[in-house]
């Protein structure tokens, strides 16, 4: 028995064109007794940052207080919101921190991320336990069912895939590998972010996050 | 083998826990209370290893009545299970963690609304509309999925309850004979009678 699987959960992030979205199954359980079908793994950092954290579900809340206490003092020393690719170093040193005495979570990470021209590019990154980063182009995915994402991942995701077509690609991808593992699943919630390049303004209008709830939990 | 459950319905949480205290395969006590009301509108049932609950209670206790008189008002449900995690999350990573399970029961007065939380010995906390802990948990939770209803009476309530209990007395083979029940609503908490 793995701690990493004890409460079991997944994560998935995928990059599409001016897009990126990120999902993740809402079990809880204690090894195969589920617990909840309600439990959330992925959590809004700003407007345009979400940090999915499958894992130990006991870490999953201590370190969702700790990234919220860190973004909030970040935003108040610089006056600004932390973009993705910063959140994802901080996300990285937070983990190394305990290096050994890890925190048992494997974070997904995507964003909408500025760029010197002012329009904004997705980016997706997930780390290890200890906060190894790896920087994708396509998609990142983590949990107890990460083999099996991996897989279906590989066999549908394409390049520029536009808003619409990366929400079914990532849903897609996401149930049908929970159903084939025994510790995520019953239901999921999908997270996309898009930009809409003909805004009037680029920053200050320049996205739109929607959630959707793509199954529901088995009602009791 | 302490056996816990708890369901929400319209407007309140029903808690019960057994009320034998065991020591290895001997029942030393049959009438030990294992839920504490930890403020006019709170229960903590607790269960796990033997000392750490009763320490760990009335530490929480403490803190939770320590609050209410330095501030004026009670921490709401929420406030309180998140405090309440946070402690066990710390103590899950010291020299010697605690070894206790809880359900905590509130009314929040505020929002009018009951609200019921699963915690665990490693600080994991999520809300959920019926929990147990303990061998029961396997029977009971079933059970639920199959007849619990969030906006029922209180009647209807204890009666769900009542069929958890009597699923337990008839499958579990270490089965618990006697159980203390307590309500939480917008009058406060109480003890009834099944």
């Known amino acids: 028995m793995s701690i990493m699987e004890y409460n079991g959960g997944s994560v998935i992030a995928m990059v599409g064109k001016d897009c990126v979205a990120i999902a993740s199954d809402l079990r809880l359980g204690v090894q195969s007794l589920s617990i909840s079908s309600n439990f959330q793994k992925i959590f809004p950092v700003t407007d345009r940052v979400f940090v999915g954290l499958p894992g130990l579900a006991s870490d999953v809340t201590t370190l969702h207080e700790q990234f919220r206490y860190r973004v909030n003092m970040y935003t108040i020393k610089e006056e600004r919101e932390i973009e993705p690719e ?63 994402l991996f897989g279906v991942a590989e066999g549908l995701w394409e390049p520029d895939l536009e808003a619409e077509d990366l929400f079914e690609t990532i849903s897609q991808t996401l149930l049908n590998a929970v159903d084939r593992d025994a510790f995520s699943g019953w239901g999921a919630v999908v997270h996309l972010m898009c930009f809409f390049e003909g805004s009037t303004h680029p920053l200050a209008q320049p996205r739109r996050s929607s959630t959707n709830r793509i199954a529901s939990p088995v009602a009791p | 083998m302490d056996v816990s459950f708890a369901i929400t319905g319209k407007g309140y949480v029903i808690l019960a826990a057994d009320t034998t205290a065991a020591h290895s ?34 530490y929480i206790e403490r803190n939770i009545r320590l609050y209410q008189i330095r501030n004026t008002y009670a921490l709401r449900p929420s406030s309180a299970a998140s405090w309440i995690r946070r402690v ?80 337990v007395s008839k499958r579990l083979v270490v089965a618990p004979g006697n159980y203390k029940v307590k309500v939480v609503d917008k009058d406060g908490v109480r003890e009834v009678e099944l």
């Open chain 2, 25 to 58: 395969i001997i029942k030393v006590k049959l009438d030990e209370d294992k839920i504490k009301a930890l403020g006019p509108h709170l229960l903590m049932a607790y269960s796990g290893e033997p000392g750490d609950t009763v320490q760990f209670a009335e």
């Open chain 1, 86 to 148: 910063t959140f994802a170093q901080l996300v990285s040193s937070t983990l190394y921190e305990r290096r050994f005495g890890p925190y048992f979570i494997e974070p997904v990470i995507a964003g909408m991320q500025k760029t010197p021209s002012g329009s904004l590019k997705p980016f997706i990154a997930a780390t290890d336990l200890i906060g190894c980063l790896n920087f994708a182009k396509d998609f990142v995915v983590a949990g107890t069912a990460s083999s099996k």
């Open chain 2, 88 to 167: 066990l999350a710390d103590s899950l990573r010291s020299r010697k963690p605690y070894a206790v399970n809880l359900l905590l029961g509130g009314y929040d007065t505020n929002t009018h609304t009951p609200h019921l939380y699963w915690v665990d010995y490693l600080g994991t906390l999520v809300e959920v509309p019926f929990a147990a802990h303990g061998y029961g948990s396997y029977f009971a939770l079933s059970l639920l999925d199959r007849y619990h209803d969030p906006e029922a009476p209180l009647e209807e309530g204890l009666a769900t309850l009542k069929r958890c209990i009597d699923e």
